[in-house]
Nanobody, 124 residues
Framework: VQLQASGGGLVQAGGSLRLSCASSARTFNNYATAWFRQAPGKEREFVGARRWSGSATFYADSVKGRFTVSRDNAEKMAYLQMNALKPEDTAVYYC??????????????????WGQGTLVTVSA
């Protein structure tokens, strides 16, 4: 499965961005999707995830209420809508996918497939 993330850029604090992740999976609706981010000098951290079925979503506390994960199974796309952005949201954002689900969804090692990353820079 190949993933291609896009949509990053420079935005002022308080602004919004929507990241997209295109998948090559033939049966995309069987894959859970997630977003992680890595700021300079820091470890990769969980942002949000969505199960392969139903509408259950999970978020890191730092983004809850500001970010929304969604997906379009017909288009084989995953999205991360980011609102009320803060300078501390500056990072390279990665989309990830896995077949099925893991209760350890916040652990990057449980995700099998990764996109190349897209840089989000939030200016103060």
């Amino acid at each position: 499965v190949q993933l291609q993330a896009s949509g990053g850029g420079l935005v002022q604090a308080g602004g919004s961005l929507r990241l997209s992740c295109a998948s090559s999976a033939r049966t995309f609706n069987n894959y859970a999707t997630a977003w992680f981010r890595q700021a300079p000098g820091k470890e990769r951290e969980f942002v949000g995830a969505r199960r392969w079925s139903g509408s259950a979503t999970f978020y890191a506390d730092s983004v809850k209420g500001r970010f929304t994960v969604s997906r379009d199974n017909a288009e084989k796309m995953a999205y991360l809508q980011m609102n009320a952005l803060k300078p501390e949201d500056t990072a390279v954002y990665y989309c990830a996918a896995r077949y099925g689900w893991s209760v350890s969804y916040y652990d990057s090692s449980t995700w099998a497939f990764w996109g190349q990353g897209t840089l989000v820079t939030v200016s103060a």
